[in-house]
């Protein structure tokens, strides 16, 4: 059933658990993730990001999300993640999106702001959820959304600052934020530095669901410790698509002798390959 975000995550508070996120730019890897969510009889959010509208466009890849969603036995959102302006929102609500995310975060603080207040205006109208970003999640270089130099200080500087989200949720009415406090987006290169008293103090002064960008890779305990400083969405990809890639490579490796392959086989290999992947992190956000 399709179901906005703040439903999802207004239990998943009661529950102290997240959901999970999903990028789906391919129908494998939205089947992949709905079947998962099923099996396992939980909310899941299946999220399509502006940036991956160079391997589909939201026009086509739009349609078939909310069909799935809609389809589904259980709660599914559909959700654009890292929207840039009003108009792609626009564009992702008139489709049927039950979520957005408006990524303003580059812009000084008053101008993100604007922009953000002008989307939940239009959102909210329509009984659509939004997710704003306040910091900037940065990219690990490989797979990665997002890039920044590694300067440590600089770093430091772009964590979300926990007054400013209180006053940035209060002045925008957002119903979920996307705060920065050590993930990337990306496959992590090093060991990943999380501020979990940043992550602490955010979720006590904003008092709403704080999303996690650059959700894969990271420990149990990771999860767990940001889940219990509230995290009620994590948004996952990298990891999912890497298990994707790499079942089809140990397919070619392992028949190479065979030298006949078609194409069809390889979607089935990829689609069960993301859907363990991502069934392993669901259990893991819903603490099953």
């Known amino acids: 059933m399709l179901v906005t975000l703040q439903e999802v995550l207004e239990e998943a508070i009661k529950g102290n658990y997240a959901v999970g996120a999903f990028n789906s730019p391919t129908l494998e890897s939205a089947r992949a993730v709905v079947e998962a969510a099923e099996e396992l009889n939980v909310p899941v959010i299946l999220s399509h990001a502006e940036v991956h509208d160079e391997i589909i466009p939201i026009e086509v890849i739009g349609p078939i999300l909310i069909d799935l969603a809609k389809k589904a036995t259980v709660?599914?959102?559909?959700?654009?993640?890292?929207?840039?302006?009003?108009?792609?929102?626009?564009?992702?609500?008139?489709?049927?999106?039950?979520?957005?995310?408006?990524?303003?975060?580059?812009l000084e603080y008053d101008d993100n702001v604007k922009v953000v207040k002008e989307v939940v205006k239009y959102a909210h109208a329509q009984n659509v959820s939004v997710e704003a970003e306040l910091g900037t999640i940065t990219s690990s270089g490989l797979g990665g959304e997002e890039s920044l130099g590694n300067d440590s200080h600089e770093i430091i500087e772009i964590y979300t600052n926990p007054e400013i989200a209180q006053d940035f949720v209060q002045q925008t009415g957002i119903d979920a934020l996307a705060a920065s406090f050590g993930t990337v987006h990306g496959i992590y290169m090093t060991e990943p530095?999380?501020?979990?008293?940043?992550?602490?103090?955010?979720?006590?002064?904003?008092?709403?669901?704080?999303?996690?960008?650059?959700?894969?890779?990271?420990?149990?305990?990771?999860?767990?410790?940001?889940?219990?400083?509230?995290?009620?969405?994590?948004?996952?990809?990298?990891?999912?698509?890497?298990?994707g890639a790499q079942a089809i490579l140990d397919k070619v490796n392992q028949e190479s002798k065979s030298m006949v392959f078609f194409y069809h086989d390889f979607t089935v290999i990829a689609k069960n390959s993301m859907k363990r992947n991502v069934k392993g992190a669901m259990q893991l956000f819903m603490n099953k």
């Open 75 to 106: 709660p599914v959102v559909v959700h654009l993640d890292h929207g840039s302006s009003l108009e792609t929102v626009k564009k992702a609500i008139g489709l049927g999106f039950s979520s957005v995310m408006i990524d303003a975060s580059h």
């Open 193 to 243: 530095n999380l501020d979990f008293k940043r992550l602490q103090q955010i979720s006590d002064r904003i008092q709403l669901p704080v999303v996690m960008h650059g959700g894969s890779g990271l420990s149990e305990h990771e999860y767990r410790t940001a889940i219990n400083a509230g995290v009620r969405k994590i948004n996952y990809y990298s990891y999912a698509a890497k298990a």
